[in-house]
């Protein structure tokens, strides 16, 4: 079972203070509670992807590389990968070179994004966003298997012979979850490819999650990846605990009255009992968070999301302190009645390991064939003449 | 078992927009053979519908009443015309309906309002609306201004609308049931009502 934390990097106000923090300010924390996760011994980091303020989401594999280098153990994900409205290409290049930067531990989380706007910012059409999930991902798949790819599609520009660097790290791709709170289409696409899939479990009632995830895990099996019951889970979560549960509620109210998204809405008493939020004492999330599984059956991974809403970063890192304290309670549960044919969440060791072992998977080729070439001239120059040679 | 679901936009209690929402339901329960009735009254789920139009999920008397419609053979909607169009919140209920919910689902249109010179609402505000949503709006809408209410001439409206939804929604109750389509001046020259008919019609008013 991974545990861990996704952020959404957005820059709020603080309620309670008036305060809103600046946009560096906001990416050093960002950081911090990266570090601070490996640090109390969580399983994974990921972050979202945003391309308009109030978020600081934005270049995620930028963030990604940084936190990598600052850290030795943890899992960089994402939460999630705009599949939509990033090139496939671009998606095949940064996250492999990620892997290598990392020694492997890296995966991704793709997704559709929570902004209708940022299709143009990108040239791409919102109407599309289902169609471009898939054609985008079908690529991105051949560009991290294959060494030399020609395809042709409605969204992009064709490719002719040509070669995604750096090639995944051991010949073997990071692992990929489909995140969607209410589309069947991504849990079906995520069930086809035998792929984790991911419910954002936060702004929605368990019994929509429970719809998504069971109808992943009966197209998983219908796929032929195996039992329903071995498919790949991710929930989301969100909790606000100290360690008497009237404080947390005191002292999360505000936060969560003025919250994006939610805030202005229900009553806090409403959404934590319609939602998984939990605010409370450390033993009520820990109890919270364990019975998921009962309407998600064993799964993977479950990411909370801690810092948002204008929540300081002293107040996170408390968060993630007392998170800690609960961890190994929290991994003793989950692992509390597992049966054994249910698998732990993919690695990139576990990956390895099943294709066999690792392989240098770069790709030699014999001379720079494209550079320098006008453009006109360029046409056929890659493929043609520059015949990469591939040594698996 | 015919399903009606009738979802009224009222806010004073009691309103003429649900008095108008129960004879057009007597009426409907009238013309079918058999009918099942559920009553959404949106002043009750007012605070559940902002919560949804903020969270994106309905609390649980919303979660039912949309079940509700989405089960629904035939849906008769009432609103009180505000600022010259349907209420906010009786449109906030439609706006939180989840795309296709309503297609083909036949509905019977109705607003209430303080003059008679909103009239038009009907077809300038209500028939758009669930033509958007791929409904079928039964051919006679009833407008009640509150003058109506003391007049007969409402009676007949509702009767006809009613009969329509009946005949689009389920079984309907007897051959009387179904409003009778009108007589064209073609088929008055080929056979004339005879005029002790007329007569007859005349005295009823």
Redesign the interface.
Known sequence: MQIGIFTVGDVTTDPTTGRTPTEQERIKATVAIARKAEEIGLDVFATGEHHNPPFIASNPTATLAYIGALTERIILSTATTLITTTDPVLIAEDYAKIQHLTDGRVDLMMGRGNTGPVYPWFGKDIRQGINLAVENYALLRRLWSEDVVSWEGRFRTPLQGYTSTPRPLDGVAPFVWHGSIRSPEIAEQAAYYGDGFFHNHI???AG?TQQMVDLYRRRFEHYGHGPADTAIVGLGGQFFMRRNSQDAVAEFRPYFDNAP??????SLE??TE?TPLTVGSPQQVLERTLSFREYAGHYQRQLFLLDHAGLPLKTVLEQLDLLGEILPDMRRGFAEGRPAHVPDAPTHASLVAKAGGASDATVYAPADAATGHRAEDAEGAVGAEGGAEVRA | MTRVVVVSGGLSTPSSTRLLADRLTDATREALEEAEVVHVELRDLAHQLTDHLLTGFPGPDLAAAIEAVRDADGVIAVTPVFSASYSGLFKTFFDVLEPGLLDGTPVLVAATAGTARHSLVLDHALRPLFAYLRAVVVPTGVFAATDDFAGSDLDARVRRAAGELALLAGKVSGADAAPAPRRTVEEELGEPTPFEELLRRSSEG
């Open positions: 702004f929605w009632p929509h998204v939610y805030g202005h809405g229900p409403d959404f319609a």
